[in-house]
């Protein structure tokens, strides 16, 4: 059961060659480098292991940085977007 919760929401760990999902904004908070977005599901791989993460839009605000932070995974921006909002998440 806590592998299941782990990868919730985390598309890539489903399907490594995803390039874009609908998603939902659950959180966006002010963070030292412009804003945090926390997605219900995603395809932006975080920065890890050796790994780069994955950087693209959602809608179209620029996603300039990807990383996880107690499980969750948070895409950084220049741009707030309103949580319960529906967006198109797209790696460049």
């Not at 874009?20 to 890890?48: H, M, N, W």
């Amino acid at each position: 059961m806590e592998k299941i919760e782990m990868t919730k929401g985390k598309l890539f760990y489903k399907d490594s060659f995803l390039k874009s999902c609908q998603a939902k904004v659950e959180e966006c908070r002010q963070g030292k480098k412009g804003y945090e977005i926390r997605l219900d599901e995603t395809v932006f791989y975080p920065e890890g292991g050796g790994q780069p993460y994955d950087t693209g839009k959602l809608n179209d605000v620029q996603v300039f940085e990807v990383h996880e932070k107690d499980g969750d995974v948070w895409h950084y921006t220049k741009e707030p977007l309103e949580v319960g909002t529906q967006v198109h998440a797209v790696i460049d």
